[in-house]
């Protein structure tokens, strides 16, 4: 196989040990880190004009090429296109779309503008991998300049359905965009099916078989690939000395209290305050947990640019403030409500210290923290997963009470009944989710995708 060539929005740091609070970059990390190759994208620097030279880096069998944006670029393809109309039509929320002509434009400019500054660094024998929504046109402007390798996409967040998909304006652009790729993937069955119906419908592919589509003269091919993590890995991490430290200083704080953790970028596809109000209805309806239980919601803060999530923040602050008020008491916080950002093994401990992982996003592509968590556990005393019907990972995790985020009370109840399950029953739900992962770890994931792009 030729060099892996991965393209990114944004590349992370790899740094050992450095934070990274963001699903695609644990994902992309671990495939460079072993099948070794370059990682092109944004260094997540702007200045006033677009900046000429990219700046290549070399971290053993890694190469780092990076290169900043100019302000135009990152409000217009970044905040604007991708995040105020990509992100909240791909999560279903149409009534969030901000769609402005100019800013599309922009889009296009700038991954044009990318793949030219790509396009140097490529060899005839790499293979080329998308990451995300920022990029659907990549694969096209490389073609454009006449690059012939194999390319493929992957989408890290939901595919919408057609009513969803046709009200960014020029959708039927992406669609024929994406079917310039060799291989596009998606997180669940139900993504790709999504796809396949649009560009049936909407762009006049043919369905050649399952995995097919003729589109004018281009066969697009389509698979399915959850993204997971390394179960052992994280048992490992979980364990470290320093995590142990931090576990004992969150047990010492708890007083014996039973613990619900979240952990989620705070983003309004997470369905943080829907999470609170189902905590708070908990309380009413089970008057025994007061004082007695805890939550804790991590919440690193995320594109703050952006007028909804300022919304975000300010509405999750109000609330969590108003439910500490209500049931708090002198030596007691409901719910702790924390932005700032933890070394991944302390998180990993503090997943283990938790009865109950409160995972319930309004939509999500695929979810890490609910695989996490689940890896985290002790094996002869794990905690229960409360996940949403509507994150990629209930697709795969039959061992979960899956909840519906907009039912405030049956979000409550399984709260309820995960607090006080029997631990039998909690030893079996979750023993099947950790073979799952055992089976369809991290590794899976990226090993299918290149395999299948390679053919
Ligand atoms: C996108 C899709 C899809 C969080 N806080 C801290 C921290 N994290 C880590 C988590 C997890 C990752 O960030 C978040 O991944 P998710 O998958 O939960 O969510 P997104 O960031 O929205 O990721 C998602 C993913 O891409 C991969 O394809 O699953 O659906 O939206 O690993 O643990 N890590 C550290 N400190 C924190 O405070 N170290």
């Keep these: 196989m030729g060099r892996l060539v991965i393209v990114s929005n944004r590349v992370a740091s790899i740094t050992p040990g450095k934070a990274s609070t963001g699903g695609l970059a644990v994902g992309i990390g671990d495939v460079l880190g072993k099948a070794g190759g370059l990682w092109f994208g944004w260094n997540g620097e702007t200045s006033p004009q677009s900046p000429e030279q990219v700046q290549v880096t070399e971290h053993g069998n890694i190469t780092l090429a990076t290169i900043g944006l100019s302000r135009k670029d990152y409000e ?22 901000r769609y402005q002509r100019d800013e599309y434009e922009g889009y296009q400019r700038a991954n044009l503008w990318l793949a030219e500054k790509l396009f140097p660094l490529l060899k005839p024998d790499d ?53 310039h790729y ?19 419908r909407e762009s006049g592919a043919r369905k050649l078989d399952e995995d097919n589509l003729q589109m004018e003269d281009r066969v697009v091919r389509s698979g399915v690939y959850p993204i997971s993590v390394y179960p052992d890995e994280i048992e490992d991490q979980a364990h ?30 997470k369905g943080q305050f829907e999470r609170f109000r189902a905590f708070e209805k908990l309380m009413e309806i089970q008057p025994s947990h007061r004082s007695a239980l805890s939550m804790v919601q991590i919440a690193p803060l995320s594109r703050s640019d952006i007028k909804t999530y300022q919304k975000i923040r300010h509405d999750l602050e109000g609330e969590a403030g108003r439910i500490n008020g209500r049931f708090g008491d002198i030596d007691y916080t409901p719910i702790r409500y924390i932005n700032r950002n933890y070394e991944r093994s302390t998180l990993m401990a503090f997943f283990r210290g938790a009865q109950v992982g409160a995972v319930t996003p309004l939509r999500d592509g695929m979810n890490l923290v609910a695989k996490e968590y689940v890896a985290a556990q002790h094996r002869d005393d794990p905690g229960v997963l409360v996940l949403s019907r509507f994150a990629g990972a209930a697709a795969e995790f039959d061992g979960a009470l899956l909840v519906n985020p907009y039912d405030t009370l049956g979000m409550a109840e399984a709260m309820h009944r995960a607090l006080t399950m029997p631990k039998e029953e909690r030893k079996e739900r979750h023993a099947s989710m950790l073979q799952q992962l055992k089976t369809n770890d991290l590794g899976a994931w990226w090993r299918r995708f290149l395999g299948d792009l390679a053919v």
């Design 127 to 179: 293979i080329i991998w998308v990451h995300d929504y920022h990029l659907i046109p990549m694969a096209a402007a490389l073609r454009a300049m006449g690059v012939k390798n194999k390319i493929g996409f992957f989408l890290h967040i939901p595919f919408p359905t057609q009513p969803i998909l046709t009200c960014i304006p020029p959708s039927s652009e992406l669609l024929r965009a994406l079917s």
């Design 182 to 200: 060799d291989l596009v993937g998606f997180q669940t069955p139900s993504d790709r099916q999504a796809f396949v119906d649009c560009l049936t």
């Design 76 to 97: 217009q393809y970044y905040l604007g296109f991708s995040n105020n109309v990509l992100w909240p039509a791909f999560h279903y929320r149409s009534d969030l779309i």
């Design 240 to 269: 470290t000395a320093a995590s142990r430290r931090h576990l004992r200083r969150l047990r010492q704080s708890l007083l014996d209290r039973k613990l619900i953790i979240s952990v989620d970028r705070l983003d309004y596809s």
